[in-house]
């Protein structure tokens, strides 16, 4: 095993965001690939974003889409919450002595200072800035308060927060795996508070000292964290130690190039699933939203993206979403299924539309395998099960297009159905082996082929003028279904 060690650190705001997955996706597959470890921690810290249950669905959405992590946090098969790994607790709010450990000693070094400032005098000071077009920072206004005073103030319980003493104008640099190279003066960074008036770390102290104590090798996030970077190397330097690798991933953005947000529809992992992404489909696509493989393959296993994925190939420029790209690729995955997968899969959409029951699924397996093979080539999505096999479930014939009226009310109906009806008494049941040369039959006996004894054949069964298979489609439906069929074509349009 190597020493890799990559950690996605969500905080538990509600979902899992679709850009999420993405990072937590380039972690697992960077540390599969390199045998390193991959590590789940919950960033909990902000207390005011807290959402029960967050931390649940989150989970529960990263291991539907099988980018599951080797520590960390993991729900157990009671659905409670376990931590497992060797470097925790995972979940911040579990570590707040760690952190306060580590602060004072920030503060010991001088490295790191309370600040007593209200909201409203930092506010002050905010609009002074904005009017004369300044850099919004903290002025520095509690940098030197003597030790008595801070004593005193304490003492007396006023509020007050921690604040990173930055260096004055010293050039903070690194290098980012995809970003390259990265220089910042210090005078344009803020004495970062690190410590809020509640106690509670901020997210770049904690994250900082957590990568370190976990010995984080690599620190994959959106770009958004660029910006913090700096601190977050300066905060290193302060404690001795050495800055894990930054790697900052592009945005994920909408058509319009921007980010891509709940505004503008589906963003949660979730959301796709009950749309009826596969997590094949899923995963792949978003492996690719921002990554571009060499070569042309389009259609990646995880065992075949963790063997390709690179980010030397993951762009500076932010990826674009692009549903239709997404469908295209969740197409090929369920194709590529096996059909007692798939019938699995598109099994809740059938029971949830009321097409079959719960009953349905354990009686009758072969027949509805054999339903979900008809539409397995003509569905993007799963929850699409549904319309396409509607044909199997209407009891009448509903003409799509009034073409296909006109086609019910031809001359050449009344002789096929007769001819269907001469074939289908043969036999019990209609079977593959029945439908081998039925056709054929039909032709020998109606004087009709081609597109005039298809067509009109299809319209009678399904109503429609294109659909799956038509020999499928008569072993779907079985006899019966097949003469009632006749039966309400006969009635309603040859009459
Ligand atoms: N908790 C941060 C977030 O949810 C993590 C940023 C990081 O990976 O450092 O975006």
């Known amino acids: 095993m190597s020493n890799v060690r990559v950690r996605f650190a969500p905080s538990p705001t509600g979902y899992l965001h679709i850009g999420g997955l993405r990072t937590a996706l380039y972690d697992y597959l960077y540390a599969k690939q390199l045998g390193g470890n991959y590590i789940l921690r919950i960033e909990d810290t902000d207390r005011n974003r807290f959402v029960d249950d967050a931390m649940k669905n989150l989970i529960e959405s990263l291991t539907w889409a099988g980018v599951v992590h080797d520590e960390g946090v993991f729900l157990n098969e009671a659905g409670e919450i376990v931590q497992k790994g060797e470097y925790g607790p995972y979940i911040q709010s579990e570590r707040l002595e760690i952190y306060k ?5 920030l503060i010991e070094s001088g490295h790191a200072y309370p600040c007593f400032c209200s909201k409203e005098r930092l506010e002050t000071v905010r609009e ?29 319980g006023e509020e007050y ?30 004495d970062q508070v690190l410590m809020k008036s509640d106690g509670f770390p901020t997210y770049h102290l904690a994250a900082v000292v957590d990568d370190h104590l976990m010995e984080i090798t690599h620190v994959v996030r959106g770009e958004e964290w660029l910006v913090s ?11 001795g130690w050495e800055a894990p690798q930054y790697v900052h991933l592009p945005t994920v953005l909408n058509k319009e190039k921007k980010k891509l947000s709940k505004r503008h529809g589906d963003v949660a992992v979730g959301d796709f699933k009950k749309k009826g992404y596969t997590k094949e489909g899923l995963i792949n696509y978003l492996a690719l939203v921002g990554w571009s493989p060499e070569g042309d393959q389009e259609i990646f296993s995880m065992e075949e993206l963790i063997a390709a994925f690179d980010f ?35 099994a809740p959409y059938l029971i949830g539309a009321g097409k079959i029951t719960e009953a349905d699924l354990a009686e009758r397996r072969p027949w509805l395998e054999r339903l979900i093979s008809t539409v397995q080539e003509r569905i993007e999505v799963l929850s699409e099960v549904v319309e396409r096999s509607d044909l199997y479930f209407r009891e009448e014939v509903i003409p799509e297009t009034p073409e296909v009226e006109e086609m019910l009310r031809s001359e050449g109906v009344p002789v096929l159905i007769g001819a269907i009806r001469t074939e289908l008494a043969q036999v019990e049941a209609i079977d593959d082996e029945f439908m081998k ?13 081609g597109k005039n004894l298809f067509m009109p054949s299809r319209a009678m069964i399904t109503g429609q003028l294109h659909g799956p298979d ?16 006749l039966n309400f074509v006969e009635e309603n349009f040859t009459k």
């Open 470 to 485: 038509m020999a499928a489609v008569f072993v779907v439906m079985g006899r019966e279904g097949i003469e009632m069929r």
């Open 437 to 449: 040369g039925f056709f054929k039959r039909i032709q020998k006996a109606t004087g009709l082929k």
């Open 229 to 239: 970077t700096p601190k977050h190397i300066y905060l290193n330097e302060c404690f």
């Open 101 to 105: 450990e580590h602060l004072d000693r």
């Open 312 to 346: 030397a190939r993951v762009s500076k420029a932010g990826g674009v979403f692009d549903v239709d790209k997404l469908n295209w690729v969740n197409a090929q995955h369920i194709r590529k299924m096996s059909v007692s997968e798939l019938t699995d899969l598109c």
């Open 128 to 156: 002074q800035q904005r009017a004369s077009n300044e850099m919004m920072k903290y002025d520095g206004h509690c940098r030197s308060l003597s030790k008595e005073e801070i004593d005193a103030r304490m003492a007396a």
């Open 161 to 190: 927060v921690v604040r990173l003493r930055m260096p004055e104008n010293v050039d903070i640099a690194f290098d980012d795996t995809i970003r390259g190279h990265v220089s910042i003066n210090s005078d344009d960074v803020d």
